[in-house]
């Protein structure tokens, strides 16, 4: 088994579009970044290649070539999943959490977790979404910033699955 962490934090400004765990989340807001700034997808990318010791998102996708502009961050998940399988290992679960003061991302929950389930092409038992806000204060609570953060778990792609009941 092989475990990964990922951790992102993305500027926070008026206008839409915001994009959450490859959802539009809101239409008053957008997050910053040279890719769509998908902040959840991007922690969660991380913590895959972080379980496989491939580096980061940085590495795979820089900022500095034009090719990631507004790049869908989606695809880029897609492709480091890819490397998680062909490195033979398959994903048992991940949970993520993202801290978000605006929007209020209560409802968009399952929506969220549909999607990054569909991306990885596994079932939703195995992708946790939580959400939490900044408590007004810090640069989350002041609607500066959105964070997310990722944990994901792999096994090998042969093994039994230990996360399932050996009473099956
Ligand atoms: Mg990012």
Not at 34 to 45: E, N, P, Q
Not at 148 to 161: H, M, N, W, Y
Request: with cysteine.
């Amino acid at each position: 088994m092989r475990i990964g962490m990922g951790h992102d934090t993305h500027r926070l400004a008026a206008g839409g579009v915001l994009r959450l765990g490859g959802v539009e989340v809101s239409e008053e807001w957008h997050l910053v970044g040279h890719s769509d700034a998908d902040v959840l997808l991007h922690a969660v990318t991380d913590a895959l290649l972080g379980a496989i010791a491939a580096g980061d998102i940085g590495d795979l996708f820089p900022d500095t070539d034009p090719a990631n502009r507004g790049r869908d961050s989606a695809e880029m998940l897609e492709l480091a999943f890819q490397q998680v399988c062909q490195a033979g290992y398959h994903l048992l679960n991940l949970d993520c959490t993202v801290f978000a003061e605006q929007p209020k991302l209560g409802a968009r929950k399952p929506l969220i977790r549909h999607r990054i389930a569909e991306i990885l092409r596994v079932s939703e038992d195995r992708v946790g979404v939580k959400a939490k806000t900044g408590e007004r204060v810090g640069p989350i609570g002041r609607q500066e910033a959105i964070s997310a953060e990722c944990v994901v778990l792999l096994g090998l792609k042969f093994d039994r699955d230990p996360t399932e009941s050996s009473t099956k």
